[in-house]
Nanobody, 127 residues
């Protein structure tokens, strides 16, 4: 029902910045929690950031808070992830996801709470 497509990944030097986009189609995401997750080779998929339906409520993993910023534009049916001060540990495939069972006051940080996922976009940070 919801198709998600990430873009904006690439290769960047340590200390640099990158902006990722996720565009949805098939259904409006204006009432859904949205999130970014990432997965490095040989590691578990981990939570990066989440955002509530209106954008007023956001959440970040402790290690990324202050460097990453999540935002959304419901008119464009899209969410974004602005990344700064990147280091090689940020190298991973980045995925966006949609929680179609969103409940007021909840902003999940576990992958199992999100039903629809994009194909991912590769981010590589060189030292």
């Amino acid at each position: 029902q919801v198709q998600l497509v990430e873009s904006g990944g690439g290769v960047v030097e340590a200390g640099g910045s990158l902006r990722l986009s996720c565009t949805a189609s098939g259904r409006t995401i204006s009432r859904y929690n949205m999130a970014w997750f990432r997965q490095a080779p040989g590691k578990e998929r981990e939570f990066a950031a989440a955002i509530g339906p209106t954008g007023a409520d956001t959440g970040y993993s402790d290690s990324l808070k202050g460097r990453f910023s999540i935002s959304r534009d419901n008119a464009k049916n899209a969410i974004y992830l602005q990344m700064s001060s990147l280091n090689p540990e940020d190298t991973a495939v980045y995925y966006c996801a949609s929680d179609i069972n969103s409940r007021y006051g909840q902003l999940p940080e576990t992958a199992g709470r999100y039903e629809y996922w994009g194909q991912g976009t590769q981010v590589t940070v060189s030292s």
